[in-house]
Nanobody, 117 residues
């Protein structure tokens, strides 16, 4: 089993920055891809950014140029640096990890990000 613990959410004004962190613990050797998703109130969960163990990244068009995903493989942790935040970035952000050996994925409990105008 893998446990994901997120931190770093909060309230920020438009144009501000936040950094989210997610640390995986447990049986983590099979984890390859890690990602951040978000779900705004009344909306479906959507992919924000993803990163492979080799460092290949993928971003939603809405966050390109503003958000940066990174990871520390030694700590099995993933980070999301969010700059130039907009009110439409307000959502619960979830960390996701994919275990390619066990063919399972795991989710964190979510952290609230609120951007005021």
């Amino acid at each position: 089993q893998v446990r994901l613990v997120e931190s770093g959410g909060g309230l920020v004004q438009a144009g501000g920055s936040l950094r989210l962190s997610c640390a995986a613990s447990g049986i983590v050797f099979g984890i390859n891809g890690m990602a951040w998703y978000r779900q705004a109130f009344g909306q479906q969960r959507e992919l924000v950014a993803a990163i492979t163990k080799g460092g290949i990244t993928n971003y939603a068009d809405s966050v390109k140029g503003r958000f940066t995903i990174s990871r520390d493989n030694a700590k099995t942790s993933v980070y999301l640096q969010m700059n130039s935040l907009k009110p439409e970035d307000t959502a619960v952000y979830y960390c996701n990890a994919v275990d390619t050996l066990l063919h399972r994925d795991y989710w964190g409990q979510g952290t609230q990000v609120t951007v005021s105008s």
